[in-house]
Nanobody
Framework: QEALGESGGGSVQAGESLRLSCAAS????????LEWWRQPPGKEREFVSEIDSRGITRYADSVKGRFTVSQDNAKTTAFLQMRSLKPEDTAIYYCNVSTIPTLHPPSCRFPMNYWGRGTQVTVSS
């Protein structure tokens, strides 16, 4: 039913690593950015990282230098490699396909978002 499904979350100690995976179905033929977001306990959802259709990546300051976003060659799976994890990284992590509006084809003219259900990451000090 869900277009995106995250996996790889779990509980780790501070300083350890996790790799999250995002299995993507046939979501859209429109141009899109693949994004990772997270929602810490009691806080609003926040941007973590993205990779655009050209492979250009962007990271939140809080994770830059520690997290790496990537996709496999077929773009069927996205990854978020998380290193040197900190307790403040504890959150539910979400994968999102965010389309970039284009005039043609007309079906792509409005932005669309396709969210995964999220995976829990817990980092203990």
């Amino acid at each position: 039913q869900e277009a995106l499904g995250e996996s790889g979350g779990g509980s780790v100690q501070a300083g350890e690593s996790l790799r999250l995976s995002c299995a993507a179905s046939k979501l859209t033929t429109c141009t899109y950015d693949l994004e990772w977001w997270r929602q810490p306990p009691g806080k609003e959802r926040e941007f973590v990282s993205e990779i655009d259709s050209r492979g250009i990546t962007r990271y939140a300051d809080s994770v830059k230098g520690r997290f790496t976003v990537s996709q496999d060659n077929a773009k069927t799976t996205a990854f978020l490699q998380m290193r040197s994890l900190k307790p403040e990284d504890t959150a539910i992590y979400y994968c999102n396909v965010s389309t970039i509006p284009t005039l043609h084809p007309p079906s792509c003219r409005f932005p669309m978002n396709y969210w995964g259900r999220g995976t829990q990451v817990t980092v203990s000090s």
